[in-house]
């Protein structure tokens, strides 16, 4: 029987890992702006679009399930940065977009990769490379039959 490798050397547990250190690297500022990581991942993915996106197209964006979404928005439009239109076609269809103070929030917090940029001292260029390659990963997991 082969043994299994040292917790240090799993690859699951250093992206574990690195996940749990970058979350404690961009709290303070989450903190500051009043929202939480997966909030700044929603703002994120609506800034990409121009007039919002279904609960469904956020989710897969986000490799999330849409019962994940769903609580998120409705705080999210709670707390006045976006809307959730309902599908006048389909009830189940709902629609989230930025509002204007959506659209400031996202704003102020602008992007956080020069906070891991700062505190990993590893270059632009290098974490890119990473970046490529836990998502090439990210995707041969996905798409591997199960």
Do not use: H
């Not at 939480?36 to 919002?52: M, N």
């Not at 976006?82 to 930025?98: F, H, M, N, P, Y």
């Amino acid at each position: 029987m082969t043994r299994p490798l040292p917790l240090d050397e799993q690859l699951c547990f250093s992206l574990y890992a690195a996940t749990i250190a970058i979350n404690r690297a961009y709290k303070p500022m989450l903190d500051r702006l009043g929202i939480t990581y997966p909030q700044f991942l929603v703002l994120l993915t609506l800034s990409e679009a121009e007039d919002g996106m279904s609960v469904g197209a956020i989710a897969e964006r986000l490799a999330l399930e849409p019962s994940t979404i769903t609580p998120l928005a409705k705080r999210m439009e709670g707390a006045g940065l976006v809307t959730r239109i309902r599908s006048e076609a389909d009830a189940r269809q709902v629609r989230v977009a930025l509002t204007a103070a959506g659209r400031a929030r996202w704003a102020e917090s602008g992007c956080l990769a020069p906070t891991i940029v700062a505190r990993s001292g590893m270059a632009p260029e290098r974490l890119a490379a990473l970046n490529a390659e836990v998502a090439a990963l990210r995707k041969a997991l996905a798409d591997a039959p199960d």
